[in-house]
């Protein structure tokens, strides 16, 4: 008796995915142990923002690695999977600033203690929402393990790496000028800015020579900035210019005496090739002012207004206001020579968009050069791979580049900076702990007012979630980690810097594969985007088709190194396969006693052996794939197996075998079935776990059965040859009768004409089978086909076959269905005809979409051709 309830009509995903998702986690399957001997396999999920919502990128960059860690703990590694998230400074200031606007609130007004309380109730409220998505998405993680950026243990590591790195004088204070976001209001570092090539002008400018009637000429792409101008440069060599060294011009407007410097940096090509040097708002000019000792003038400020520097007539207006004032008052004095249309690059903040402001400030930097050396190193000789490998280019050319990072923000929710200054002597001093007082003079100390970069934090990720800096039992199992699967956009923002620092405070490399995931994009491979409107919601397809299903077209579409082209019919074709699974394993289990009879191995059916034969094949190749990260190959190979071979084959062998009451074909299918389900897991965890817990002797989980192995001795070729024989004949056989509208209730003689002997003799062998799966009244080898004028003919591997219904058709009634359908065909293929001879149609439409039509009407002459054929086999009428 099989003691389990019997499978369900249909599978419905939804009650399935809330049981077994509860089970897992209630059992513990996912909770890792770091005191296990077992070979261990380790992941950090990458940590979402506390703002997110589960959308498709997430989807795929989670269901990927899930793949791997179902796959290795199935092979019986000790695996842990680590989730949490990420504070996400700036995401969850534009959230509660804006909330605060509504109410005509700024955060200044409401002070920091309050804005922090506001934050933390927030993120107590919201903060799950992405947790509990991932956890929909059938992600093996070990939620007991659950971590948070700004949880205690956390803090105390980003605290510990800032301290460390300012001892050793990697971090340092700087009066920089830095890129600000006028909107954000914070700093941000060179890669949070986006640059965008915009429209914009070139405005000439007359500056007087004092002592003289001579004027010089400079181009500037933003006018409002010369009212913090300190200096004109040209360069040392430009002719043009030799006699003006030395000498003095007049800044308009300010009516300031400005000296003329000499710099090799002055482009020579670029407007007149004199330039105007405004230190404070520009980063060159801020090299050239340092260089030469110039006064560094502030005219804008961190909100982007102009200052009292600027002037009485230019303060409190924005900088774009002041801009249009400022070439107007310079018309007014006629020093506006001409306005140029000019294309230029300009940085827009990644968060906001807003227009970036060069800002010159006090602010927190890390000497980078001295960790990036052994990042590049790491990743040149091998330790840690890129896939696809060409990512690891993109890696280079920044690492080679790369400048000091600025990881000072001027927000408030976040790591707060751990260095207070003297009021009294102006003293840093940096601790992990507040100190009380000065340890110089004695004098009351302020906390600096900044928190740092998000990234800082999240490079710390792989070993800080581990309990760094504590020598934690977790921290010596699983560090460094295996794999990390992250999006091409952040390898520099947070690969990058989790393989600078992981080597720096663990001396060893934090992960060995980076697993680069494609873009998410639409079936036109256009980016999925709100005002395009072609988002497709990852949970609203788990609502239609179920987990299964989404993980499956993820799986089957991510080639390494391409974008995917996602749509909502591969979901729904994958829920079809998902259906056809349950289908098949209802008849097996149907069909199965309680308990499993043995293989008798001189009992097996070729058909038998062929399907044992095939899996070992296919789970050899899965293995290799899965190996590689060749996720759709991975899928390929187990989706049509299991379609084309296991469900539209075998198990209809297996119908002749359990008719006969063969024991070992009821045990080959039961092992087929259990193989299989187990090779799906990691693709489809939750239809597979419900089925194979109906498995007469399933064990506590199939989360933790063994992943089947190849069996060699299981390969048979001499099995494989015949069956193909025998689909060969079958399928023709079933062609010819599906043209011929023959019911598959009326049998057919099959005439074979003999090929080689061997062939013969195999085919011969099969002649049970063949008969029952074509229909067969009866099947026989001849050496010609008879001379029958009804004999329908074709070809099947190397036979020729004919056959003939044992019930002829009634030839009038026939006729008059070929005509009909003749009749529509032609109907069909002259519309099609008139639109491709549509010139107009054929420019104007896609490629795709007259070429689809090209291919159709092929179809419809090809089969209009047999049609004919048929209807002339028929007795004419008289
Ligand atoms: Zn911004
Ligand atoms: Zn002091």
Redesign the pocket.
């Known amino acids: 008796m099989n003691t389990k309830d019997e499978l369900a009509k249909a599978y419905d995903p939804k009650p399935v995915e809330e049981k077994w998702g509860r089970f897992w986690l209630d059992e513990g399957l996912f909770t890792a142990d770091a005191k296990s001997d077992k070979p261990k396999f380790s992941m950090v999920l990458p940590p979402p923002n506390v703002t997110g919502i589960l959308h498709m990128g997430h989807a795929l960059c989670f269901t990927l690695p899930d793949i791997i860690t179902r796959w290795k703990r199935m092979q019986g590694h000790n695996c842990l999977w680590l989730p949490g998230t990420d504070h996400a400074s700036i995401a969850v200031h534009n959230v509660i600033e804006k909330s605060l606007a509504e109410k005509g609130l700024t955060r200044e007004k409401i002070g920091r203690e309050e804005f922090l309380r506001i934050a933390w109730e927030w993120k107590a409220k919201y903060g799950g929402v992405i947790t509990s998505q991932l956890k929909r998405l059938g992600t093996s993680l070990d939620w007991s393990r659950e971590r948070f950026t700004m949880d205690p243990g956390f803090s105390r590591a980003v605290k510990q790496v800032f301290v460390s790195l300012y001892d050793e004088g990697l971090i340092y204070r700087d009066y920089f000028l830095v890129n600000r976001c006028p909107h954000c209001r914070t700093v941000l570092s060179d890669i949070e800015i986006e640059h965008k090539d915009l429209k914009g002008k070139l405005w000439h400018i007359r500056y007087a020579v004092e002592g003289s009637d001579e004027s010089v000429v400079v181009a500037t792409t933003r006018p409002e900035t010369m009212l913090g101008d300190t200096a004109l440069a040209v360069h040392p060599d430009d002719v043009r210019y030799a006699h003006l060294h030395g000498r003095r011009v007049v800044l308009p407007i300010q009516n300031k005496s400005l000296p003329v410097i000499t710099d090799e940096r002055v482009e020579r090509e670029f407007g007149t090739g004199a330039v105007k040097v405004t230190p404070a708002h520009d980063p060159v000019d801020f090299e050239l002012g340092k260089k030469h000792g110039l006064e560094q003038v502030i005219v804008i400020d961190g909100e982007g207004r102009m200052t009292e520097a600027a002037g009485p007539e230019f303060a409190g207006l924005d900088r774009f206001a002041a801009r249009a004032k400022v070439v107007e008052k310079l018309r007014e004095l006629g020093a506006l020579v001409k306005i140029e249309d000019h294309d230029h690059a300009v940085g827009h903040c990644y968060r906001c968009k807003s227009v970036i402001e060069p800002h010159l400030s006090w602010q927190w930097f890390v000497r980078i050069k001295p960790l990036a050396d052994e990042a590049i190193r790491v990743v040149e000789d091998g330790s840690i791979k890129f896939i696809p490998e060409n990512w690891s280019k993109t890696y280079f050319e920044w690492m080679y580049n790369i400048h000091d990072w600025c990881i000072s923000r001027q927000l408030w929710w976040g790591h707060r900076i751990p260095a207070w200054y003297?009021?009294?002597?102006?003293?840093i001093m940096v601790a992990m702990e507040a100190p009380e007082?000065?340890?110089?003079?004695?004098?009351p100390?302020d906390q600096d007012e900044d928190v740092l970069d998000t990234w800082f934090s999240s490079g710390l990720w792989p070993f800080g979630t581990l309990g760094w800096p504590d020598e934690t039992d977790d921290l010596r199992t699983f560090y460094p980690t295996d794999l990390m699967s992250t999006g091409f956009d952040i390898i520099f923002f947070w690969v990058a810097r989790m393989i600078m620092l992981g080597l720096k405070f663990r001396g060893e490399i934090p992960f060995r594969h980076v697993f680069i995931n494609g873009l998410v994009r639409d079936l036109k491979r256009r980016k999925m985007s709100k005002s395009e409107g072609n988002i497709i919601d990852p949970l609203e397809m788990i609502e239609k088709y179920g987990t299964d299903a989404l993980r499956f077209t993820l799986a089957a579409l991510a080639v390494p190194g391409m974008d995917l082209a996602l749509s909502e019919e591969r979901t729904a074709g994958y829920q079809a396969f998902a259906n056809k699974i349950w289908n098949a394993s209802r008849f097996v289990l149907m069909n199965l006693k309680s308990e499993r009879p043995e293989i008798r191995e001189d009992e097996l059916t070729l058909a038998d052996r062929w399907i044992r034969s095939r899996l070992s094949a296919v789970t050899a190749q899965l293995d290799a794939s899965l190996t590689e990260y060749k996720f759709y190959e991975a899928a390929d190979l187990i989706y049509h197996f299991v379609w084309h071979e296991f469900c539209d084959w075998y198990i209809e062998f297996a119908k002749v075998g359990l008719r006969e009451g063969s024991a070992t074909t009821e045990a080959v299918l039961a092992d087929a079935l259990d193989r299989i389900l187990r090779l799906l897991h990691p693709f489809m965890p939750f239809i597979t776990e419900e089925i194979w817990q109906h498995l007469p002797g399933a064990g506590k989980s199939i989360v933790v059965a063994p992943y089947p192995k190849a069996e060699p001795a299981w390969r048979d070729e001499a099995a494989e040859k015949t069956i193909a024989l025998v689909q060969a004949v079958i399928t023709e056989t079933r062609t010819i009768r599906a043209g011929n509208r023959i019911p598959p209730k009326d049998k057919l003689r099959l005439f074979v004409r003999t090929a080689g002997p061997e062939e013969t003799a195999a085919l011969e062998s099969q002649s049970a089978p063949v008969r029952t799966l074509a229909g067969l009244s009866s099947l026989e080898f001849v050496a010609a086909l008879p001379a029958d004028e009804g004999l329908l003919k074709g070809v099947a591997g190397p036979f020729e076959i004919g056959l003939v219904p044992d019930k002829p058709a009634d030839p009038g009634a026939e006729r008059d269905r070929l005509q009909k359908e003749l009749a529509k065909l032609d109907a069909e293929a002259a519309k099609i005809e008139r639109k491709l001879e549509n010139a107009d149609f054929v420019a104007k439409a896609p490629a795709a979409v007259v070429e689809e039509n090209r291919t159709r009407l092929g179809d419809l002459r090809a089969r209009r051709e047999k049609l004919g054929q048929n209807l002339a086999r028929l007795a004419p009428a008289s």
């Not at 003297?422 to 003293?427: N, S």
């Open positions: 003297c009021r009294d002597c102006g003293r007082k000065c340890d110089k003079c004695g004098g100390l």
